[in-house]
């Protein structure tokens, strides 16, 4: 593979993109705690900054280009560790650059919110979700699976502190959960990429971790895998991945980990982490393992079928506003695993779809929550009802959050639950029937959410005083807005976008090279 000659607009504009958050989290260390203002103008500086060249890949990129060349339109290939055949290797697809902008567009929706709230020790959260950041978009456009590993790995450990510091009462506890139940996954991972490696090197006699080296290799029989081999590599990755979604039954560290951590954790947690999950598997476990994937698609189909009404039905029972919202995640990306393993181009696209808008809605669900607690300090819905005369502006949005939640054709989710029921269609009616259920159970519950919370009983008085959002909280909030009404009606832009890395995942994934 050709190295990229450097240009600080052209291929290097992913290096930008990744460590310039890092860049400003560095910055911070040199600004006293107490200058408030100042952490608030780095932070949305280099967040607003890292948007801006997130929009500038995306001018550059070409959605034309087909296979492993779409990765070649935005590309930094260096040496890293020559010796082990480890490489400095970032580029972007449709898929990728996708979830590149939602990452982008989020980490500065949530900081611009942390400025009109109050947060002890400010600088340090700032800090946190702008390394955060950079271990994010590292994950999404490394190809160099120790590369990529390494940022996986980075994300733990600013989330294990926002958790953490700026958490719930039982913190600890939920960030323990979270980085053990992460980290067993992130391990198994980490052994089969290096007994993948050892593969492709006594097949092709090539020391490399590229993912652009070992598809092509994986998919011409060069590795020679038995099914047995397969199976447990693709397991391996799969496993962390699909805690990572999180899966049912793997999903039990979620609720703990949002109910705990502060607004922007949750916000971050559900818009993009989660979202890590179901790219792993579209990026990685379903190209390099095929037959295993096709061997193992009905055993995960019934999984998610189990999680998207589980998830549903408990969120129905749910008390805490954040707690339901949580556990609403588990349904809502259980059918977007369900969408990856249908395996054609219908229901790939309208997972990726329901990827970006999920981050949108729920990012929104939980930032606006968020607000509430900010004012009342409680969650239950109980402790509210008949705030819409005192709020407006926040039961709009949070209206318009909910219905693109549950799929209100006009809005994001209806696209992406559309596109994945119908391509499930082609592969199962039960399969379809049963997802179906689960997306009549969310309308029930979210919709039993807004109804107590905005316009029931007005019985507490301590809800006669209930401030309205702040111009922060309003910056923070309405852009996500305007996309989840954006992607509604017009989502031809993203589907375009995402058209050709589908397709092209799809081929490979149906490929069947044993008999």
Same mark, same amino acid.
């Given at each position: ?98 979830? *590149? ?13 942390? #400025? ?9 959260? $700032? ?18 699976? !120790? ?67 070992? *598809?092509?290799? @994986? ?12 199976? =447990? ?29 502060? +607004? ?16 792993? =598997? ?17 055993? !995960? ?59 949108? +809605? ?6 606006? $929550? ?16 008949? *705030? ?43 399969? #379809? ?9 969310? @309308? !029930? ?32 909030? =309405? ?37």
């Amino acid at each position: 593979m050709p190295t990229t000659p450097f240009s600080p607009l052209g291929a290097d504009l992913l290096s930008t993109l990744v460590f310039l958050p890092a860049v400003g989290a560095l910055v911070l260390l040199f600004v006293p705690d107490g200058a408030r203002k100042t952490i608030q103008g780095i932070g949305l500086l280099f967040s607003g900054a890292t948007f801006a060249v997130s929009v500038l890949a995306l001018l550059r990129f070409n959605p034309d280009l087909v296979g492993s060349e779409a990765f070649r339109s935005l590309m930094v290939d260096r040496p890293w560790i020559p010796r082990f055949g480890i490489r400095y290797l970032l580029a972007v697809d449709g898929l990728s650059l996708s979830l *590149v902008l939602l990452t982008t567009l989020l980490t500065l929706s949530v900081l611009l919110v942390a #400025c009109g709230q109050k947060i002890d020790r400010f600088k340090g959260y $700032v800090a946190a979700f702008l390394v955060l950041e950079t271990g994010m978009l590292g994950s999404l456009v490394a190809l160099d699976m !120790i590369l990529f590993y390494v940022f996986w790995e980075v994300m733990l450990i600013p989330m294990y502190f926002i958790i953490g510091i700026w958490g719930g009462k039982r913190r600890i506890y939920a960030t323990m959960k979270f980085v053990l139940f992460t980290l067993a996954g992130s391990l198994l991972m980490f052994v089969a990429i290096l007994f993948a490696a050892n593969v492709n090197a006594q097949a092709t006699g090539i020391q490399t971790f590229s993912l652009l080296d070992w *598809v092509p290799a @994986a998919l011409g029989g060069a590795w020679g895998l038995t099914p047995r081999s397969e199976a =447990l590599l693709f397991w391996a990755f799969a496993l962390a991945f699909l805690v990572k979604v999180p899966l049912w039954p793997l999903h039990t560290w979620l609720p703990d980990a949002h109910v705990e951590a502060p +607004t922007g954790g949750s916000v971050i947690l559900a818009g993009v982490l989660l979202k890590l999950g179901t790219y792993g =598997l579209l990026r990685f476990a379903l190209p390099l393992f095929p037959n295993a994937t096709a061997r193992y698609t009905p055993f !995960i189909a019934v999984l998610a079928l189990i999680g998207i009404v589980y998830g549903a039905w408990v969120a129905a029972a749910q008390k805490d506003m954040k707690k339901l919202v949580a556990y609403s995640s588990v349904s809502h990306l259980a059918l977007v695993v369900l969408g990856i393993f249908a395996v054609n181009a219908t229901a790939v696209s309208g997972a990726v779809v329901q990827m970006v808008g999920h981050g949108l +809605t729920t990012g929104l669900l939980f930032m606006l $929550v968020g607000v509430l607690y900010d004012r009342r300090h409680t969650r239950e819905m109980a402790d509210y009802g008949g *705030v819409a005369s005192q709020v407006p502006v926040t039961t709009t949005l949070f209206l318009i959050a909910t219905l693109g939640s549950i799929g209100l054709p006009g809005l994001n989710g209806f696209v992406g639950e559309f596109l994945i029921l119908g391509g499930v269609f082609k592969v199962s009616v039960l399969w #379809c029937a049963v997802a179906a259920t689960g997306m009549v159970l969310s @309308a !029930i519950y979210l919709l039993t959410l807004v109804q107590k919370v905005f316009w029931g009983p007005s019985t507490v008085a301590a809800n006669r005083g209930l401030t309205d959002m702040n111009g922060w909280e309003l910056a923070g909030a =309405l852009p996500l807005i305007a996309f989840v009404v954006i992607l509604g009606v017009y989502p031809a832009p993203l589907l375009n976008l995402v058209k050709n890395s589908v397709e092209s995942i799809v081929q490979v994934a149906r490929v069947r090279m044993l008999p």
